[in-house]
DNA sequence: TCCATGTTGTGCGATATACGAACAAATGTC
DNA sequence: GACATTTGTTCGTATATCGCACAACATGGA
């Protein structure tokens, strides 16, 4: 790509846009500047222009963005045909399994949540489509992670902030890399307690018709109702099904 | 706002992020152009940048968006903390209901879905937070509609395009009017398969400690199991305990 | 009050970008 | 195979945007 085919302008907006998260509802200019590390003149530009396209609320001191902005996250929800493909599927093993069951894609270091049947609130934290957790301690995390070329997990994880969660939480790549390797050959991985004591959750891959690991799927229990020692025999049944029935509807 | 506090590019490229959706998965060049009215040059660069950016993939010829776009949107649902607030109490308020319950905030002529407790399917589509359904024949946006001057809703329906979905729908702006002056004393709207075949909803407004509508709150039913006549009596009240749990927490 | 500090708004020169048109390549049609 | 159409890419130039420096204003403490 030649220089010229980039418009930076339209790059520095977007960073303004992911400034915005989950303790920053609201930012002035001076803020946003900071922490997009762009001058205030151009977040104050583009803030202005998210305020005229409706994209953001201005009170002349803080903006905040609208649910207008959601309307750029579900051009992808909407557009993609995997989310809409898994959600019955995902009733259905939720229904059957009496937990909720949710489904992922990779997006650099952190799992994205792209459907989910939710049975009961078991985690502290509100998982809806577009969350995000840290791939390296979540089941479905290990089992995408378990799908790419082993030089490329490397990467993943260097990036990766390895951050002890609670102390189940394995964050020594080397430790990571061989129990990925088991989740490879076994085809199934399970978390107990490392991203939140209390909760249990076991993954599958899903592959399209061509072998390719396209997302992943899980079941999350609480600890206290399900050890994590009966979670294989419990939910893996259900999951294998599930991934069986999905597999032919994944072309291409 | 003067002239040059308008960063156009970054517009631009806003445009071409939401010409994806439903039916437009991959859009070429060409295609992404007609239907942003740009110039050719133009989204080709902002594409390019997408792709360049990791939002979006580029294989030649077509583009598709990546998950990265979800933190786009990621950025309104974490960042306010009312999806987050309502989402135990849809958990609490579906299952005592036994059906589906969800939240919603209006944008232009659309509602928007920012949480929801899903049940069973019981719709053709598939909703998740960021998904949209016109206001004027939902229940949520019948409530939403409601909480606003008369004026400003006429503008609304003037810009909507009032579509006949089933022989149910209301589509005449006066007789809609009249329905909004209905909710706003009674409190409550209840649609009998306005949207869709088979399908009853009841909403009721949310409102924060100043009693301003902030939100709305529905429980979706199948019409076979539950008439239209018997939606108020069954969840009413559930809706209104819901409401009266939620105003204490709204402050501001 | 005055100053220190931090904020937002603005004018300007240097630079980056958009536009339209022209060209090249691919695709479809007869 | 020749022609017409559509699509992607390049280029020169007029225009818009960037980042800087500075002005204007607000806030709070000595």
Redo the contacts with the bound molecule.
């Keep these: 790509m030649?220089?010229?085919?980039?418009?930076?302008?339209?790059a520095?907006g977007l960073k303004v846009i992911e400034a915005f998260g989950e303790t920053r509802q609201r930012l002035?200019?001076?803020?946003a500047?900071k922490l997009t590390e762009?001058?205030?003149?151009?977040v104050?530009?583009?803030l202005l222009t998210l305020a005229e396209l409706g994209y953001a609320d201005y009170d002349?001191?803080?903006f905040t963005l609208t649910p207008k902005i959601l309307r750029l996250g579900h051009a992808y929800l909407s557009a993609t045909p995997l989310p809409a493909l898994l959600q019955p599927h995902l009733d259905h093993l939720s229904e059957r399994a009496g937990q909720s069951a949710s489904a992922s894609v990779l997006d650099g270091t952190d799992i994205v949540y792209i459907a989910r049947a939710s049975q009961r609130r078991v985690m502290s934290i509100n998982l809806t489509p577009g969350s995000r957790l840290p791939a390296y301690c979540a089941s479905m995390g290990r089992v995408l992670l378990a799908a790419l070329p082993e030089s490329e997990v490397r990467a993943i994880l260097a990036r990766s902030e390895l951050k002890q969660n609670t102390a189940n939480t394995k964050t020594d790549p080397d430790e990571l890399i061989a129990e990925f390797r088991r989740v490879r050959t076994e085809g199934y991985a399970i978390i107990d307690q490392e991203l939140e004591i209390g909760l249990c959750s076991i993954a599958v891959p899903v592959d399209n018709d061509r072998g390719e690991t396209v997302a992943a799927i899980n079941i999350g229990a609480p600890a206290a109702l399900v050890p994590a020692a009966e979670m294989k025999e419990r939910y893996l049944p259900l999951l294998k099904e599930t991934q069986a029935a999905l597999r032919p509807l994944l072309r291409r």
């Excluded at 030649?2 to 339209?10: A, I």
């Excluded at 002035?28 to 803020?31: H, M, N, P, T, V």
């Design positions: 030649r220089e010229t085919d980039f418009v930076s302008g339209f520095r002035s200019i001076a803020e500047a762009l001058d205030r003149a151009t104050r530009r583009s002349g001191k803080f």
